[in-house]
């Protein structure tokens, strides 16, 4: 067990998080600084995600890394039937990080237990995302200036969107306000509803995405709502276009109001909101690099602001 | 003291262990927690016997057997009301309830099909989620579940 490894968000303390968001702020601004010469780091997608595998390998391409791994589990000998420990096991002789994608929840967790080699986990089905959520951090912090005391909307599919139960968790640092919009489907879960309750944070829950909820927003966090989340098909069409959200619909909302999604989108946010200056998802997803960048140096245990 | 024929079927036990008080329902999971199934040692097993506390209760006497605590605690997790008495020569030398773990490791299956655990050759390992004594979170996939309805490997 390496202790840079990076699992999940909920295991980093308050500091840990203004550093990593203070290291890609410096990679934002330094975004080639070859800090990784002679390094050797290795993408492992045993689930396809082209989004995710790119953004990683451009950010140890950026800091001068050298990338092997795999886009796709049924290339490799996991399809042959070897164990995750394994594969691990062989893939750690031979680079100083691991950066995994997987399909099975708990995978990344389990790796660190059978390796010294950092870890950094890119997804592990529906459980953790956890540079999902650094992104997200550094958008609100960069875009807001600060991140306490904001008033965070979340949008759509609150019950299987992992990015905003990441997201929510990680906010327990910096006194936010919620809402939270959607249908009673697809409302946010119990647990997550008690750990704020738990933790003092401030939240309602509404089923209306009306236009008191907007302009009182400093953050609006637009999620997908899948069709295939539904039980009942007329529920899906009752609701579909209840949570999209249109520029006219931002005409009396916040100067510093900005738009996020973990992308792709499908047609919750018009494409008429694209061009409004308050739409900040683009920009977002490049985000993600300065992140990375920042996460793949603190595993490998490197500050590359003293070098 | 009087024996009452019609009730106590069972010889008291000269030295071992006695596990009372455990519900009926939970009792032969907590046979298979144990892992007495294969034990050489004099073994009795009751169960839906009166009790005033649970209604029914069941009783597990082992002669000769002293389990460690951690095995013992094992069972607090179906079996919170669960009371451990060590008997030497005929004397009840000491009386404890039993204590659930902070980390359950190797008991309990994951639910969720798609965890790691269950899709790998490792053991489980499950916590108690602070602040909800009656609730055990995988260690690695986070699905939760009551300690009541906690699936035993
Ligand atoms: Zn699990």
Not at chain 1, 225 to 243: A, G, P, T
Not at chain 2, 35 to 45: A, R
Request: net charge neutral; hydrophobic share 40%.
């Amino acid at each position: 067990m390496n202790p840079n490894s990076l699992v999940s968000i909920d295991g980093l303390t308050k500091e840990q998080i203004l550093d990593l968001l203070q290291t890609a702020r410096y990679f934002e601004e330094h975004p080639n600084h070859k800090i990784l010469d002679g390094k050797v780091v290795a993408t492992l997608f045993f689930e396809p995600s082209t989004r995710t595998r790119l953004s990683f390998e451009t950010a140890v391409n950026r800091l001068g890394g050298r990338v092997i791994g795999f886009s796709d589990a049924s290339t490799t000998s996991s399809s042959k039937g070897e164990t995750l420990k394994d594969t691990i096991k062989m893939v750690s002789n031979y680079v100083d990080l691991i950066i995994m994608r997987h399909y099975l929840e708990g995978a990344a967790r389990y790796a660190t237990e059978v390796t010294d080699v950092p870890v950094v986990n890119a997804g592990d089905g529906a459980n953790q995302h956890p540079s999902q959520t650094m992104l997200d951090l550094y958008s609100i912090l960069k875009t807001q200036g600060t991140l306490e005391n904001l008033t965070i909307t979340m949008v759509g599919d609150l019950k299987y969107g992992r990015t905003v139960h990441s997201l929510l968790m990680a906010m327990k640092y910096f006194n936010p306000t919620f809402r939270f919009v959607a249908c009673d489907e697809l409302k946010m879960p119990r647990e997550y509803v008690e750990f704020c309750r738990k933790q003092g944070i401030a939240f309602e829950e509404h089923t209306d995405f009306s236009r008191d909820v907007i302009d009182s927003s400093d953050i609006i966090y637009m999620t997908r709502v899948q069709r295939e989340r539904f039980s009942d098909i007329m529920e899906y069409e009752k609701v579909k276009d209840l949570y999209t959200l249109r520029n006219s619909m931002l005409d009396t909302s916040k100067e510093n109001l900005r738009i996020l999604h973990p992308l792709p989108r499908v047609n919750e946010i018009n494409q008429d909101v694209d061009d409004n200056p308050k739409a900040y998802y683009f920009d977002q997803a490049r985000n993600g690099l300065y992140a990375r960048q920042a996460i793949i140096c603190r595993a490998l245990g490197i500050s590359p602001e003293k070098i | 003291m009087a024996t009452d024929k019609r009730e106590l079927a069972v010889a008291a036990l000269q030295c071992g262990t006695v596990i009372d008080h455990i519900p009926s329902e939970a009792l032969f999971k907590c046979v298979k927690i144990l892992g007495i199934e294969t034990m050489p040692h004099k073994l009795t097993i009751g169960n839906n016997l009166e009790s005033k506390r649970l209604g029914t209760k069941g009783i597990i006497k082992v002669a000769d057997t002293f389990f460690p605590e951690a095995t013992l605690n094992r069972i607090a997790l179906i079996a919170p009301s669960a009371v451990v008495n060590i008997i030497r020569d005929y004397e009840v030398v000491e009386k404890r309830r039993v204590e659930l773990p902070k980390v359950i490791k190797g008991i309990v299956k994951c639910d969720n099909p798609k965890c790691i655990t269950n899709n790998e050759p490792m053991a489980t390992v499950f916590e108690v989620v602070d602040g909800a004594e009656n609730l055990i979170r995988c260690h690695y996939c986070n699905h939760t579940v009551a300690n009541g309805k906690a699936n035993i490997l």
